[in-house]
């Protein structure tokens, strides 16, 4: 089983998502390999998205941004779309079970650093929410 968390940046959201997954996986015994990357990659992780994971205990300071040419996108079992506002472009995968967690993109968040890092906390918390149920039910 292989799981893709697809976004346009690959810089926070999909990120997030891939850290949560693999540590769901293996927490919960599946055996499911899981990807990130974008459509347009950003070049780099955002550092807030490093931080508020590793609040969490997951270590993602390793990743880096992704293109959807680096990921095996043709054996992908699950797609999920992490793109929330209007003007991004999600990637379409065919063949595979797609999800849309429409989430908006913390790095647009405006105001102090504890502001944004609060946009940061809360989209981490939902996209854990998220994370989990899926590989549970895998």
């Not at 998502?17 to 927490?27: I, L, R």
């Not at 996209?127 to 895998?138: G, S």
Request: glycine share 8%; proline share 5%.
């Amino acid at each position: 089983m292989k799981i893709g968390f697809i976004c346009t940046g690959n810089s926070a959201r999909s990120q997030m998502a891939e850290g949560f997954g693999k540590y769901y996986t293996q927490k919960l015994g599946k055996d499911v390999e899981v990807y990130s990357a974008g459509s347009n990659p950003s070049g780099y992780v955002h550092p807030f998205a490093i931080k508020v994971m590793a609040e969490k205990g997951i270590d993602i300071s390793k990743n880096r941004s992704k293109s959807l040419e680096e990921i095996p996108l043709s054996q992908l079992d699950y797609v999920i779309t992490l793109c929330g506002d209007a003007a991004e472009t999600c990637p379409v995968v065919p063949n595979a079970n797609t999800q849309h967690w429409g989430l908006p993109d913390p790095a647009r968040a405006q105001g102090t650093e504890e502001e944004k890092l609060k946009v940061f906390r809360e989209i981490r918390d939902e996209i854990e929410k998220r994370v989990k149920e899926l590989i549970a039910n895998i």
